[in-house]
């Protein structure tokens, strides 16, 4: 039998909106859906899960469904449904996005929400389709939850609109390889014209952006095509932008706006539509406010914008990209792995020059390391190995410690159990790391190991706690 399309998990959070299941189900399955519902189906074995939720449950922390053993699993999505005969009010819905929902919306008694329900089953379906496919696997590799985050909206904007896209991050954490995922997903016919702004000389710039015209300047011995003529139907890749100088920023700006140019030395004014992608690992904003970056430029290239994570914000990478690398460097196919001596110092070494730094010490320890066996200690360079006193520095700092075994001997004796230990512990963690922080979600949750999601159930759980009385 063939599997449906599209399954979508559904479950009722609370009594109050179970009412509406049947109703639900009965819409989807009208319009080729296939639903399981508790406890006939798991939700891993759903694309999607759909919450229903009563009107008086969306202002308290809810337990939806999320990526835990009992929960939707992977990449899923879910969409809450707020069952009620009133649409929900701002802060329910935000409330329920709050929760863990990627989307919430009204579902009235007659049922006139299925089209926009499906809209969003199809578009995330659409988009989880592509973000597994080989054209987007074999390029981008890693399965941290922040990665995959980023990766699934970069799918989702290059594959489903033609907004400009400003991809800001450190040097070597694959700007550029997004750049190339939005371009080939964008669905234009033509081609991916690059442009490092780093290289434009003041006395080129003008030829490198809008192409010259014979004798326009000496030297100019032909014509030639500039980036934006090039760029013509498809994708125009400015990297390291924040390099670029005032002047040069406000003709692109022009050019931007209206979708024309003149060469060199021309009086002829050609058209150019393109998509722009950008790429820089400076903070544009804070360019803009002390006057080196145009703020209406800015405006204009970041109409989306998205940060590729430096590697030491997903270790659990590491490995994976080392293995892809040496993969890569297997010119003749053949099955390498790496000793479990080297993995560990692949994992523990600092990468300042991110997933390049890490490709480049694949390839130097590729380069030493002969035989068919796995690849051990002595392939690696002598430069890349860490001094006696560095490990054993290191052993020393190992974790637990006899702090942490003191603290836990003292809750013990105070008559705490396991619970209240974990949790305590848990929520020390948590206050620690968003005072660090500055209450930055995004990196608390990347210290924390945890999705930005889980740390704000987490977060909004406390609130709710302190707010009860104290059990003795």
């Not at 998509?275 to 989306?304: K, S």
């Not at 500055?438 to 987490?458: K, P």
Request: aromatic share 6%; with cysteine; proline share 5%.
């Amino acid at each position: 039998m063939t599997k449906p399309a599209l399954t979508v998990w559904l479950r009722a959070v609370d009594a109050d909106a179970s009412a509406a299941t049947q109703q639900v189900a009965s819409e989807l399955k009208k319009a080729g859906v296939s639903v399981l519902t508790e406890p006939q189906g798991k939700p891993a074995d759903a694309d999607t899960a759909i919450a229903l939720v009563s009107a008086s449950r969306t202002e308290r922390p809810l337990g939806l469904p999320h990526a835990d053993g009992t929960h939707v699993a992977g990449d899923a999505r879910m969409l809450a449904l707020v069952v009620s005969p009133s649409a929900p009010s701002a802060a329910q819905l935000w409330a329920l996005l709050d929760a863990g929902a990627d989307d919430a919306l009204w579902w009235s008694t007659d049922g006139s929400a299925i089209e926009s329900v499906l809209a969003r089953l199809q578009r995330w379906q659409a988009v989880h389709q592509l973000q597994e496919s080989s054209a987007v696997r074999a390029h981008l590799i890693g399965a941290n939850s922040t990665w995959r985050a980023l990766v699934r909206e970069v799918v989702e904007v290059a594959a489903f609109t033609k907004s400009p896209v400003l991809i800001t991050g450190e040097t070597g954490t694959g700007k550029d390889l997004i750049a190339h995922l939005i371009h080939r997903l964008g669905g234009g016919q033509g081609e991916l014209t690059i442009l490092d702004c780093t290289t434009l000389s003041p006395e080129l710039a003008g030829s490198e952006l809008f192409g010259h015209e014979r004798g326009a300047f000496t030297g100019a011995q032909g014509s030639r095509d500039g980036a934006f003529a090039q760029a013509d139907g498809g994708t125009l890749f400015l990297d390291e932008v924040g390099e670029l100088p005032l002047p040069l920023q406000a003709q692109l700006l022009r050019v931007l706006q209206e979708h024309h140019f003149k060469r060199v030395g021309s009086n002829t004014w050609q058209s150019s539509r393109f998509r722009l992608v950008c790429a820089t690992n400076r903070d544009l904003e804070a360019e803009v406010a002390r006057g080196a970056f145009r703020a209406d430029l800015f405006y204009r290239v970041a109409a989306w914008r998205c940060r590729t994570p430096p590697l030491r914000e997903r270790p659990d990478d590491i490995l994976p990209l080392a293995m892809h690398f040496l993969q890569q460097l297997s010119s003749r196919g053949e099955q390498h792995g790496f000793d479990p001596a080297v993995r560990d110092f692949l994992q523990t070494r600092a990468y300042p020059g991110n997933v390049r730094d890490l490709r480049q010490t694949v390839a130097r320890i590729w380069h030493r390391h002969c035989g068919k066996g796995p690849i051990t200690l002595g392939a690696l360079p002598p430069e890349e190995r860490p001094r006696c006193a560095d490990r054993c520095a290191a052993q020393d700092e190992q974790w637990p410690d006899r702090q942490f075994e003191g603290a836990v001997r003292h809750a013990l004796a105070l008559g705490h159990g396991l619970t209240h230990i974990s949790q305590a512990a848990a929520d020390l963690a948590l206050r620690i790391v968003l005072e660090e922080e500055d209450g930055n979600n995004q990196r608390a949750a990347i210290r924390l190991g945890v999705t930005d999601r889980a740390l704000q159930i987490r977060r909004k759980a406390q609130i709710s706690q302190k707010a009860e009385p104290q059990k003795t």
